[in-house]
């Protein structure tokens, strides 16, 4: 079993710059493929970054793409989500998970493991 832990969220203003951890444990990150997602009040988990198991194949949402940047470092069986020019819709919680297929899938429906979520606010 897979446990996920997030690490990182909080209150900046716009444009500026966090940085959010995913660490896994009870097994070993190095064959998952990992992906951050975000919900905000009212809406549905949407995609917002994912990597292959080995990390070198990546995914991002349009709306963050030039912005945001995920990275897997499979040592530390850890994946952080990198998040510059922040803006105040990027507003939400946001969920690392996991899936063992090992691709950079975009859809809730491939993820098997999922943290609990770390709050991400952004200040206008």
């Known amino acids: 079993q897979v446990q996920l832990v997030e690490s990182g969220g909080g209150l900046v203003q716009a444009g500026g710059s966090l940085r959010l951890s995913c660490t896994a444990s009870?097994?070993?990150?190095?064959?998952?493929?990992m992906g951050w997602f975000r919900q905000s009040p009212g809406k549905g988990r949407e995609f917002v970054a994912a990597?292959?198991?080995?990390?070198?194949?990546?995914s991002y949402a349009d709306s963050v793409k030039g912005r945001f940047t995920i990275l897997k470092d499979n040592p530390e069986n850890t994946v952080y989500l990198q998040m510059s020019s922040l803006k105040p819709e990027d507003t939400a919680v946001y969920y690392c998970?996991?899936?063992?297929?090992?691709?950079?899938?975009?859809?809730?429906?491939?993820?098997?493991?999922w943290g609990q979520g770390t709050q991400v606010t952004v200040s206008s």
């Open positions: 998970a996991a899936n063992s297929l090992g691709m950079p899938t975009t859809t809730t429906e491939r993820y098997e493991y």
């Open positions: 009870g097994y070993s990150a190095s064959s998952l493929g």
């Open positions: 990597c292959r198991w080995d990390g070198r194949s990546t």
